[in-house]
């Protein structure tokens, strides 16, 4: 399966051009932070403003980080509700935290058809970490180029 990347404050171009796919919610130093506080592995589910897909206004939503770019840019699945129609969608539950969770208590979806790509100082915080295994069902069946 090929998947996409969507930029956000990495130095990339945006998807759209003349859009703003990028709009910092909150910003770790703003909030209190410092940074040597934003450092992020792979499983941590984080909220950032994102957008699902190319079109819509982005939002802040939950993300799962993948791995960090050399860029220092994180590489993370978006989290929906729902199901996606078009591309996969891997369902997860508050079992499958380690530690933290989402605020819902429905199953959630991590939508792997594109990764998103995340400046870590535009990261609104983190709400926990998956589990390893939870986070090795999500990556299974993805080829090498989302690793």
């Known amino acids: 399966m090929s998947g996409r990347t969507i930029s956000y404050?990495?130095?990339?171009?945006?998807?759209?051009?003349?859009?703003?796919?990028?709009?910092?919610?909150?910003?770790?130093?703003?909030?209190?932070?410092?940074?040597?506080?934003?450092?992020?592995?792979?499983?941590?589910?984080?909220?950032?403003?994102i957008r699902i897909g190319e079109k819509g206004e982005p939002k802040v939503r939950p993300a799962i980080v993948?791995?960090?770019?050399?860029?220092?840019?994180?590489?993370?699945?978006?989290?929906?509700?729902?199901?996606?129609?078009?591309q996969r969608a891997v369902p997860f539950g508050l079992e499958d935290f380690q530690e933290g969770g989402l605020d819902i208590m429905d199953?959630?979806?991590?939508?792997?058809?594109?990764?998103?790509?995340?400046?870590p100082r535009d990261v609104a915080g983190k709400k926990g970490r998956l589990a390893p295994v939870a986070l090795e069902a999500i990556m299974s069946g993805l080829g090498s180029g989302f690793r």
């Open 66 to 86: 993948v791995r960090e770019g050399d860029d220092g840019c994180l590489h993370a699945f978006p989290v929906s509700s729902t199901p996606s129609r078009d």
């Open 9 to 49: 404050g990495c130095g990339a171009e945006s998807t759209t051009p003349g859009s703003t796919d990028h709009i910092p919610y909150v910003n770790l130093v703003q909030s209190g932070m410092d940074q040597s506080m934003s450092r992020f592995v792979p499983g941590d589910v984080i909220l950032a403003r």
């Open 107 to 119: 199953e959630s979806y991590a939508l792997t058809g594109a990764m998103v790509r995340i400046a």
